[in-house]
Structure formats: C-alpha cells, structure tokens
T-cell receptor, first 114, second 112 residues
Framework: KAGVTQTPRYLIKTRGQQVTLSCSPI?????VSWYQQTPGQGLQFLFE???????NKGNFPGRFSGRQFSNSRSEMNVSTLELGDSALYLC?????????????FGPGTRLTVT | AQSVTQLDSQVPVFEEAPVELRCNYS??????LFWYVQYPNQGLQLLLK??????LVKGINGFEAEFNKSQTSFHLRKPSVHISDTAEYFC??????????FGQGTRLTINP
C-alpha cells in the first residue's frame, strides 16, 4: 500500500506570493491533518479535514487555509507569504477522525520564503 | 490547554547502552499518549501509543514506554541502542477527538 505523498517536496517562494501544497493520503484513509514544523516553534497543528469538512483548526492566521476533495486528497494554501512561513509542512492521514487512530505522516514539503 | 514537556533536548549515548527519553504532560483528564520518531529528511513514524489498559506499552524497533498517571509522565526506553536509532523523537498527547500536541523533541545521538 502506498504511503502518504506530498508534492512538491521542496519549494522556494518570495515574500508576498502565495503557495499551494498537496497531500494524497493512504488509500482508504478519510482524515487528513496538516502540521507546520520549525526549529523555533516545533510541530504545530494547522488543521484537520474529514469527509471534506474542516474538523479542527490550530492557532494560525487566516492566511493559512485548506480544503479536502471527495477523494480525500487535501491541499493547503498560504497567501501573502512571510519569511516566518519558512518551514517543513507535514501532512498526516488516518483512517477516521480522532487522535486514537494512528496518523501516518508524509515526508513533508520544505518551503523556503526569501 | 494541554502541553508536553520533553525534558532533554539532546541525549548522547554510546552504542549498545540503554536510553531513556523523558516526557511529561499536563492534563487533568484522560489522554492518549504517543511517541514518534523522525529520521533526517523524513516525516514522522509512530513508535508506540497508549490509549488505555496496560501502562507498559511496547512499540517498534525494541522501544517501550511506561504511562505513569500520578507523575503525568510517559518516558520512552530502549535497553540497547544502535547507530540506526539516531533520530529526533517526539512525545505527543491528545484528548479524544482533539488535535495532537507535540513536545519540542529530543535529538538522540548514538556514538560508536
């Protein structure tokens, strides 16, 4: 069974631009969560989607948004990029919503904002 | 709000020595507890989890952890480490349907 895939793996953007990251969950998984990982703040939860609905949202500004499609694939978008948005963005999928279900993480997308 | 404290940011040990990575959490209600490992340039992989039942949890790669409710701790242990265990380890906590809250991570370095 294929794992969680994230595209692209690396991205360089300029301050003020916007970016879209993609996540394909494991086949059959319906829940997708997004996390931001930085050296200073560590791993922080962005949002979780289940059956195309956002179930949970972390403490991030409105510039961070996401969506989930009917095939469970998910995208996150960051508008008006700031230098501080440079991070590793991790996507995780699980069979169902709720943290008791094991989350399988993708390799991440490393975003660099210059 | 829940929080997780990993007491050591870095732990150097010699190969074949035992290791303990410490994790404390703050919550007054029942929680789920997890340990994840992250190898360089990779995502996170679940090592083990505690949902309920036995307080001693065994995971992959020879790791185990003990849930101690009175001390609100969930320390990770391995009796004999290998070079391949060099990685960053994250403790995480959640409540039911809520999001995972991660600790800051512990970098485990194995010296030959």
């Amino acid at each position: 069974k294929a794992g969680v895939t994230q595209t692209p793996r690396y991205l360089i953007k300029t301050r003020g631009q916007q970016v879209t990251l993609s996540c394909s969950p494991i086949s059959g998984h319906r829940s997708v969560s997004w996390y931001q990982q930085t050296p200073g703040q560590g791993l922080q939860f962005l949002f979780e989607y289940f059956s195309e609905t956002q179930r949970n949202k972390g403490n991030f500004p409105g510039r961070f948004s996401g969506r989930q499609f009917s095939n469970s694939r998910s995208e996150m978008n960051v508008s008006t990029l700031e230098l501080g948005d440079s991070a590793l963005y991790l996507c995780a999928s699980s069979l169902l919503a709720g943290s008791s279900y094991e989350q399988y993480f993708g390799p991440g997308t490393r975003l660099t904002v210059t | 709000a829940q929080s997780v404290t990993q007491l050591d940011s870095q732990v150097p040990v010699f190969e074949e020595a035992p290791v303990e990575l410490r994790c404390n959490y703050s919550s007054s209600v029942s929680v789920y507890l997890f340990w994840y490992v992250q190898y360089p340039n990779q995502g996170l992989q679940l090592l083990l989890k505690y949902l309920s039942g036995s307080t001693l949890v065994k995971g992959i790669n020879g790791f185990e952890a003990e849930f101690n409710k009175s001390q609100t701790s969930f320390h990770l242990r391995k009796p004999s480490v290998h070079i391949s265990d060099t990685a960053e380890y994250f403790c995480a906590v959640s409540q039911g349907a809520q999001k995972l809250v991660f600790g800051q991570g512990t970098r485990l370095t194995i010296n030959p």
